[in-house]
Each structure stands twice: as C-alpha cells, then as structure tokens.
C-alpha cells in the first residue's frame, strides 16, 4: 500500500459490486474515498469501515445519481469533507432485463435515468471541480458489441454513456484532465447474476476465450490503472476488460 497521500476519489455506486471493489483498490493506491450510495446505508458503511482499517479515510455520502440536486449535494459535500477531488468514478448502474418493446417503457426510462442521465450529471459535476491534472472514469459495458435480446434499454444507456466520455475529453482541452470508459465483461456481481439460471450464467462463461467470469477485483485493477500515474497518457479511450468476450 502506497501511504503517501495521493488524493481524493469519489465513487458512485461504491456500496456493493464493482463500485465496492474500486473503492477499495483505489484505497489501498492511496486514495481517501467517498462513498456514494442510492439506498443501502449498511453497505456503505461497511465499505468505509473497510477502507478505514486499509488506512485511508472515507466518508459514505447518499445520493441517487439521476437526481440533479442529489448529484450537486454529493460534490458539495465532497469538497466540504477533504477539501479537495482528484478522481471520480461513475460506477451507479441498474440493468433490468427488458426487450424493446412499449410496454417495457417504465424499465427503459428507469435505465437511461440512473445509468445515462446518471452519467451525464456525474460527469459534468465532475468536469466542474476536478483539480487540474484529474481523471475521470465511467463504467460502461461490452455486452454493447453482443445486442443480445433484452439489454436493449441497458446498451443503449452504456452507449451513450461511452459518447459522452468521448465529447467531454475534448470538452475539458487544455486542463490535463482525463476522461475514459471502463467496459466490463460479465463480472460475478450481484447485478450480473439477477434473474440468471446457472446454465445462462455457464452459457454466457464460456463466451469468452478465457471461457469464465470476471471479477470485481479485475475491472478495479483497470480503474486503477487509468486512475493512477501509469494512465497519465490514456484518454478518451474505451477500455474493454472482459478476457475476450468482445
């Protein structure tokens, strides 16, 4: 673990998953960590007591990332807490299954609220008070490149998502601020494996030429990456980390 101060991260979706597990990676880098959360007070709490005992403060700050206002308070309350924002990773994601289809319309706007619009509000808050030098980092999807039946609404969010990591790098010319997508594979997290059979879970494995599931811990070692010196140079990129499966 690096004990030198390294900055300040904040994490949206940091409470469970993928988010969970960037937090903690970027903690043992040598990060301080907000913890962003929509719901569950317990989860955050559990992930600041476990970056705490890594040696790194943190603070879990609620916030659902669809809601304007909700979005300001988080980076309000950031700034208030260290003084100071270096590195913002937009993890919060919902993917229900849900065909193209007008019935199904509730679930594409629920969708593209909390993972594109959710994206956009992040993002653009994040633009405004990143210090010079920031990074900033989405995380998308590689399912995008499969169009399975029923991650329509889902793909569609991630793809606009990875549109807006694109623009705002060019947008933010001249500040030495980075901005780039990490996308997934299927990673065995709570959201991936919701309304699976394990023989889906089996199928969709062996999809890929390493033929099994990604884990948290690999999408956090990516983050990390782009988060850290070594990524110093990488921008306006779509990382795809995923062992092959697009």
């Known amino acids: 673990m690096n004990k030198d101060f390294q900055g300040v991260a904040l994490v949206t979706g940091a409470s469970r998953g993928i988010g969970h597990a960037i937090a903690l990676r970027l903690a043992r880098d040598g990060f301080d960590i907000v913890v962003n959360y929509a719901g569950n007070a317990a989860k955050a709490q559990e992930t600041v007591a476990a970056i705490e005992w890594l040696g790194r403060k943190a603070v879990a700050i609620q916030a659902d990332v669809a809601d304007p206002d909700a979005v300001a308070r988080l980076f309000d309350e950031t700034k208030q807490a260290f003084g100071r924002l270096d590195v913002v990773v937009n993890s919060a994601g919902v993917m ?15 969708v593209i609220a909390t993972n594109l619009r959710g994206s956009f509000l992040v993002l653009g808050h994040a633009a405004r008070h990143l210090t010079a030098g920031g990074r900033i ?13 029923g991650y329509g609404p889902y793909i569609a969010s991630k793809a606009g998502t990875e549109g807006l990591v694109h623009v705002l790098a060019n947008e933010l010319r001249g500040r030495g601020i980075t901005v780039n997508a990490i996308a ?22 062996k999809q890929a030429p390493l033929e099994r599931i990604g ?24 990382v795809r980390v995923n062992g092959g499966f697009a």
């Open 184 to 205: 997934p594979g299927p990673v065995g997290t709570e959201l991936f494996f919701n309304g699976k059979t394990e023989e889906q879970v089996a199928q969709i494995a």
């Open 137 to 149: 980092i989405a995380l998308s999807t590689s399912v995008i490149a499969k169009s399975f039946p």
């Open 96 to 110: 229900p299954m849900a065909t193209i289809s007008p019935d199904k319309l509730a679930d594409f706007d629920r």
């Open 215 to 238: 884990t948290p811990d690999e999408i956090a070692n990516a983050v990390a990456f782009l988060a850290g010196p070594d990524g110093a140079w990488v921008n306006s990129q779509v």
